[in-house]
């Protein structure tokens, strides 16, 4: 891949290394991120070229014409970049010639005149895509507006309309409004990014005037580098808006984001456009911020549930101000907006789902088989590239033809409540502890793929509560269980349901932090781990290794554990409490024998999403339920005070449910969160 990356000014560079980051999952590869000349292009299978606007993309452009690849065109025009790369570097003639392959003789006499500095270059109506687009094998666009402008350019090869990922990591705004003096009920908006003029930044300024005569609490950022054809503080001069606005300048990514996340609404406007797709908008996005766009380009592609359009006619600075209004004395508009908005881009643009897309449109353009019209399907996985070390048992030789299991379906009707009790009644100390965790049962089951006759299915830590559901509800051929104790023995139970339905099952023991699993490489389609993780103590990761062993590639996991991130958790630390949902040592047994083990480590959504990332696979859902029966009103309170401090309110339910596929081998054995100290 050829981009600028960081410290580079370009926003392309952010998102290039995030993408690398993700794609290097995937595929083999090498990031080049200036010119070169040691590294020969022509020994990779693809070459992929980030381009952009503006002359931090000149070496891109260059090997992109010199070794024809894939080329992610980010906008749909490239002439300030060509203006870069000749003019500023006083090469007229390229100019002129490159003005005239791409326009005719009616451009090259613009030209002449620019040159004369008679009038500027003729940057909106002169593209400047043509040769690249000669050059280029295939496409991969942000939007269907520059997707059309591809094609109307003449452009007639493959083209992946892939959405520009989103970043959406939870981030701590509350700090930066802090720093700025500013309380928490602040209503703060804010305009990030290049402070360049077609930003909108002169009505948003008189919109922002208006608004603080009636809303004078009210207060305005703008972060972001100057530009020098709009002098900002004149202008808030001019406007006397010097105590509610203030101009931040560029700061560093890390604050970029928190003066991000401090904001409650942020004005991502732009006109004109050529189809970019701003990584601003998607950071905003990511943070479930109610944000205002231009209604131009590609922006009127984005869900109206999402964000605030804005038109660009004459009515834009009263509408500007009036939205202004609305969004900062109604908290529960700008809220709906941002919960939406931010749903949308975990749904849609998640990095992980943007990198199976590239991986999987770069697959077929090396074997030939993309079309014109690339169709919008993530990538099967792919095989694990042989044993590592990361890989308990040592050498394992890689089969011939790997098994590739295909990922099943989701049961369309899971099993009832009355179907789970009746498996759970003979005992009434069973029949208790079922009613009681009767909502984990029913909401694990849901998330279970349903199998067939051929499919094996694991459960660990089994009680055979919802074991018997697996083969009579669920469909699985095979339905296998296993519990602590002494590697080598086999326990056969028998459970017979309320109707009079037997279901058998060996009971497999080993310690699963440190055994081996009985079970053949890729033997399961599917392995249910329940409320097995938090009571381990030495090494979780053992656990998961031999779990992506058992499955076979592109088989599921099926994850739950209590979540020491609920409002639960959080009301007990502020009222004094311990945060764990099971803290509580367990007294000895009279009889000396060892009694089960209690909660070592409770984890939070955002480090099971890691664990499972490290671990080799793919996150399909990640989301946080009840975990017992009874309701909990009386938190009401968290949720609120989380609101108030511009907290995130997702994933706070009691437990977490997760669905993970496994997309190859585990990646990160001791990986840092979770592991410290100098082990091998």
């Known amino acids: 891949m050829v981009s600028p990356m960081p410290p580079s000014q370009s926003g392309i560079a952010d998102y290039s290394e995030t993408l690398a980051a993700h ?29 952009g606007n503006n002359g931090d993309h000149g070496f891109v452009y260059e090997l992109a014409l010199q070794h024809p690849g894939v080329v992610v065109m980010h906008e749909a025009n490239l002439h300030h970049l060509t203006a870069e790369i000749t003019i ?24 002449r005149r620019v040159r004369a500095l008679e009038t500027g270059p003729d940057y909106e109506g002169l593209p400047m895509t043509r040769r690249l687009l000669e050059r280029s094998r295939a496409l991969v666009v942000h939007s269907r507006y520059v997707e059309k402008r591809m094609r109307e350019a003449g452009f007639a090869g493959p083209i992946a309309r892939i959405p520009h990922g989103a970043w959406t990591d939870p981030v701590n705004g509350l700090p930066y409004r802090l720093r700025l003096g500013l309380e928490e009920t602040t209503p703060l908006v804010g305009v990030f990014g290049h402070l360049k003029p077609y930003k909108r930044l002169p009505e948003i300024l008189r919109a922002f005037r208006r608004l603080v005569r009636g809303q004078p609490q009210a207060r305005l950022i703008l972060v972001g580098e100057p530009h020098p054809d709009l002098p900002l503080d004149p202008l808030i001069e001019r406007f006397d808006l010097a105590p509610f606005v203030r101009v931040l300048g560029r700061v560093p990514i890390d604050d970029f984001n928190g003066f991000l996340a401090a904001c409650d ?49 004459q009515t834009e600075e009263e509408v500007i101000f009036e939205l202004l209004q609305l969004v900062v004395t109604r908290p529960e508009v700008r809220r709906a907006v941002g919960q939406a908005a931010r749903r949308w881009a975990l749904e849609h643009c998640a990095w992980e789902r943007v990198a199976q897309r590239y991986a999987a449109f770069l697959q077929a353009v090396h074997s030939g088989a993309a079309g014109p019209n690339q169709p919008e399907v993530p990538p099967t996985p792919r095989a694990p590239a042989g044993a590592t070390d990361s890989q308990p048992h040592g050498e394992r030789p890689q089969p011939t033809t790997p098994a590739v299991y295909k990922p099943a379906q989701a049961s369309e009707a899971s099993p009832s409540a009355a179907e789970i009790l009746s498996w759970a009644a003979r005992d009434p100390e069973t029949r208790a502890y079922a009613e009681t965790h009767l909502t984990r049962f029913e909401k694990t089951l849901a998330m279970i793929p349903s199998g067939g006759p051929q499919d094996r299915i694991l459960e660990m830590g089994s009680y055979l509560q919802i074991t018997p559901l697996l083969r009579t509800r669920l469909g699985y051929g095979e339905v296998r269980a296993c519990y602590y104790g002494p590697a080598g023995r086999v326990d056969h139970h028998s459970v017979i349901s309320t109707t009079g339905e037997r279901f058998d099952c060996h009971l497999e023991l080993f310690d699963a932090e440190k055994d081996p699993f009985p079970y053949p490489d890729e033997y399961f389609a599917t392995v249910l781990c329940c409320e097995v993780l938090e009571h381990l103590t030495e090494d979780p990761m053992h656990m998961m290794a031999e779990i992506n062993r058992v499955l076979k590639l592109g088989g599921h996991l099926v994850l739950t554990t209590p979540n020491i991130a609920s409002l639960r958790a959080i009301a007990a630390v502020l009222e004094g409490h311990h945060p764990g949902l099971f803290p509580a040592y367990i007294r000895p047994s009279p009889s000396g024998e060892k009694a089960e083990a209690r909660h070592n480590r409770e984890y939070t959504p955002k480090e099971i999403h890691m664990l499972l990332l490290d671990a080799g696979f793919e996150v399909v859902r990640l989301e946080t339920g009840p975990f017992r029966q009874q309701p909990r009103p009386e938190l009401h309170w968290v949720q609120w005070l989380l609101e108030r401090f511009q907290l995130s309110t997702e994933l706070r339910g009691d437990g977490i449910y997760a669905l993970g596929r496994k997309s190859g081998p585990v990646r990160q054995r001791f990986p840092d969160w979770l592991y410290s100290g100098a082990g091998s």
Do not use: M
């Open 23 to 51: 794609l290097g999952r995937l595929v083999e590869l090498t990031v080049i991120s200036g010119p070169t000349e040691a590294v020969e292009l022509r020994r990779f299978d693809l070459t992929l070229y980030q381009i």
């Open 265 to 313: 609404v942020v004005l991502n406007l732009r006109y004109p456009s050529v189809g970019e797709t701003s990584g601003t908008l998607q950071r905003a996005l990511g943070l479930g911020k109610c944000v205002l766009v231009s209604e131009t380009a590609a922006f009127c592609e984005l869900p109206d549930e999402i964000c605030i359009k804005v038109p660009v006619d």
């Open 88 to 111: 500023r570097k006083g090469d007229w003639d390229r100019y002129f010639e490159e003005v005239a392959y791409e326009g005719g003789a009616a451009a090259l006499a613009h030209a």
